[in-house]
């Protein structure tokens, strides 16, 4: 089954310990016999409310398939972990699958297209 989980990551924390953080968690999912898909680091964004305090954090996405056991396992690494404020895993159906497979081809051509100057024009 085809999962997605986002989770907030603590604003205090520097690039290298949120990128190991992210790691962590994709490890704990390869090593249970979960594929990844996909993994997306929206950077650090203002939270909708303040959560322990905190009005920004960390955003990421992880895209996997896997069995509906290893979901437990993961929540409890979310639990365990003191740098995650917040976490979401949801089952995506097809169409919630089509439609993340068609916005990560739309990211790749835009990454992929040639980046256009824009010519300053004076009158």
Do not use: C, H
């Not at 704990?28 to 929206?42: C, K, S």
């Not at 790749?108 to 100057?117: C, H, K, L, M």
Request: charged share 30%; proline share 4%.
């Amino acid at each position: 089954m085809q999962y997605e989980t986002v989770f907030i990551l603590t604003p205090v924390l520097s690039d290298a310990q949120m990128k190991e953080a992210v790691e962590k968690f994709t490890k704990t999912l390869t090593d249970n016999g979960a594929e990844i898909v996909n993994i997306e680091e929206w950077g650090l964004r203002k939270l909708a409310y303040p959560i322990q305090k905190k009005s920004t954090g960390f955003y990421s996405l992880i895209e996997f398939n896997a069995n509906p056991q290893l979901i437990r396992k993961l929540e409890t690494e979310f639990r365990r972990d003191e740098r995650v404020l917040r976490w979401l895993t949801f089952r995506q159906d097809k169409y919630a699958a089509q439609y993340a497979a068609k916005r990560r081809a739309r990211r790749a051509e835009a990454a992929a297209a040639p980046v256009q100057p824009v010519e300053n024009k004076e009158d």
